[in-house]
């Protein structure tokens, strides 16, 4: 089942803001961007406390698509370099931001 936390970003001279409730630390970030074709890195550039999961922060690289007036940036995570790796994965986490155009 997904988790969904409302929220606005801001992009602006390459520059990018996540907004949401204050009662939801778990969601943020802001700093720099820069993408190249259908991808995108974004840089956070803030201190964070250890008691979440960080990968609820804007940060990192993205897959870039978009629909419409809908932008939807996929999290992309590095292949593992466990040795050996895991016999089986019973769960996939993927986290992804859908964001509509509202200007």
């Known amino acids: 089942m997904p988790s969904i936390y409302p929220i606005t970003i801001t992009f ?3 520059k990018y803001k996540v907004s949401s409730d204050p ?6 970030g802001s ?3 820069s993408s190249n ?14 008691n979440f999961d960080w990968n ?9 698509r978009s629909n419409g007036n809908d932008l939807i940036l996929i999290k992309r995570f590095k292949a593992s370099t466990q040795t050996p790796p895991p016999a089986v994965t ?4 993927y986290y992804k931001y859908i964001l509509k155009k509202v200007k």
């Open 12 to 14: 602006e001279n390459e």
């Open 23 to 28: 009662a939801s630390k778990e969601v943020g």
């Open 31 to 33: 700093g720099t961007y």
């Open 37 to 50: 074709g259908s991808i995108g890195n974004f840089n956070d550039e803030n201190i964070w406390q250890a």
């Open 56 to 64: 609820m922060i804007l940060k990192g690289e993205y897959e870039i």
């Open 90 to 93: 019973i769960v996939q986490t």
